[in-house]
């Protein structure tokens, strides 16, 4: 009987992912005469649905709809003038080992009806002066906060404040770096935006206004502690935690141990300790909170993310414990980090997620790797940004009140447990578990509720300013 349970129940998913697969080959060939009319616009649009829809069929390894996703990715890459050989080349790889039909696009020089247009109407950056705390931008016709988008980057020792303008850039970009600042850039980003970066030593608290055609930023306060942007025009409203879904990923179980750490302990056992009284402290504070794993057991990377998404989560928290190289370093290595999805930009960023990503990558190929990241949307990465600065600053002020621990910081890194989500997601390496001091307050409760409180309160920072 429970064989025959079994067999129904492989049968039925297996439905189920047919249907699903068949859904989004629908939707894939429902661009094609979209693709013929679109305004670039629109274009962008139908590309960014693609790219969506081309993760899921390598999530699923479906290679029918990664063929036909492609195909259609590689003609919109092609009118859009974006480069196209990462899919080309996979394009080919695909063909190569499933012996399956060369693609029907071809590179052409297409244009876009109506981007002349959009673009004209676009207001002109016609004039920008600098005062020693504050920028002013001058265009050409009246621009909205619509117009305006703003975020921050954080690394080592500099901090930066970006702001992205709807508008054609018509002045010069040498502007005078005032002392307040480390650095000012500003610059055409493409051909529709003109971004301005202000750089610091020191974490930057703008407020930006706008008088019909001119724009002002004032960046006279600064504090010693990481904060985001505050625009004047930003959303302080309250939120209704029970409208908010968070999945818990505690990291490895199962056959993966992940790092072993002081006295032989298993960092699968101390993330999902921390991660249970994290999903009590949310359910506490009124959220929907999920599970990747409640027990001891192994789930695939792609199946975390996946398992997110299924749930419509609005957050994705993968919790995990570093581990030092070398036994030389169990000592020194040490501290909190935590880690928002992006191409490593340094060693230490590329051997810590190498740590957290060995489990079950095997199945992926290079290409599959690369396009990943390469699809990583740009809104989604700004958000996760912001996500881990509010979690790093709750969980540190929580733990602090009982326990020296050093701030490792906000970092970028390529951790393919984050690659699927498709909400903002974030990794928290709760500390060293290969340090005796941090190895053991690992297992301690005290430290597993503080931080548990912590990653709650970084939630509810994220929710209230966004």
């Avoid at 724009?215 to 409203?237: A, G």
């Avoid at 056992?269 to 359910?283: F, H």
């Avoid at 699927?420 to 690992?442: C, H, K, V």
Wanted: charged share 25%.
């Amino acid at each position: 009987m429970a064989k025959i349970i079994r067999t129904l129940a492989i049968i039925f998913s297996l439905s189920l992912m047919l249907v699903a697969s068949s859904s989004y080959l629908d939707k894939v060939y429902s661009y094609d005469k979209k693709i013929e009319q679109a305004d670039q616009s629109e274009m962008f649009r139908i590309f960014h649905s693609l790219q969506s829809i081309y993760i899921k069929s390598i999530i699923n390894n479906d290679v029918t709809l990664k063929v036909a996703t492609l195909k259609r990715l590689i003609k919109c890459s092609n009118i859009l003038k974006l480069n196209a050989k990462n899919y080309e080349n996979e394009l080919s790889t695909l063909q190569a080992n499933n012996k399956i039909n060369p693609p029907i696009y071809k590179k052409q020089k297409t244009t876009v009806m109506h981007s002349a247009k959009a673009t004209k109407d676009l207001p002109k950056l016609i004039d920008v002066s600098v005062n020693d705390y504050d920028v002013s931008l001058r265009f050409n016709k009246d621009i909205t906060y619509d117009d305006v988008k703003t975020f921050g980057l954080v690394s080592k020792n500099k901090y930066k404040s970006v702001f992205d303008f709807n508008a054609i850039f018509a002045t010069s970009s040498k502007i005078k770096t005032p002392k307040s600042l480390k650095d000012i850039r500003i610059a055409r980003y493409n051909k529709n935006t003109v971004r301005l970066v202000l750089v610091s030593n020191k974490s930057i608290n703008s407020k930006l206004n706008i008088d019909s055609s001119t724009i002002i930023i004032n960046f006279k306060k600064h504090i010693n502690k990481p904060t985001r942007i505050v625009n004047k025009f930003t959303n302080f409203s309250t939120f209704n935690p029970r409208n908010k879904i968070i999945v818990l990923d505690p990291g490895h179980g199962g056959k993966d141990s992940g790092a072993i750490g002081y006295k032989g302990r298993y960092e699968k056992r101390a993330v999902l300790r921390i991660a249970l009284k994290c999903y009590k402290e949310l359910k506490k504070r009124g959220y929907r909170v999920y599970m990747t794993r409640d027990k001891d057991y192994f789930v695939k990377l792609r199946n975390r993310t996946n398992f997110a998404n299924n749930k419509h989560a609005d957050l994705f928290i993968s919790i995990h414990a570093n581990a030092a190289p070398r036994k030389s370093q169990y000592l020194s290595s040490k501290g909190l980090e935590t880690f928002f999805l992006s191409p490593a930009r340094s060693n230490r960023s590329k051997r810590v997620a190498a740590l957290e990503n060995k489990a079950d990558l095997e199945d992926m190929d290079y290409y599959s790797k690369n396009t990943f990241l390469n699809l990583i949307n740009r809104e989604k990465i700004v958000q996760a940004n912001k996500m881990a600065l509010d979690v790093q600053q709750g969980i540190l002020r929580s733990v602090r009140q009982k326990y020296d621990i050093i701030d490792g910081g906000v970092r970028k890194a390529p951790f393919w447990v984050l690659v699927g989500a498709q909400m903002p997601a974030i990794l928290i390496e709760t500390g060293y578990i290969t340090n005796p001091t941090e190895g053991t307050r690992l297992f301690n409760f005290h430290y597993e509720d503080l931080m548990a409180k912590g990653i709650a309160n970084g939630v509810d920072s994220y929710f209230m300013k966004n």
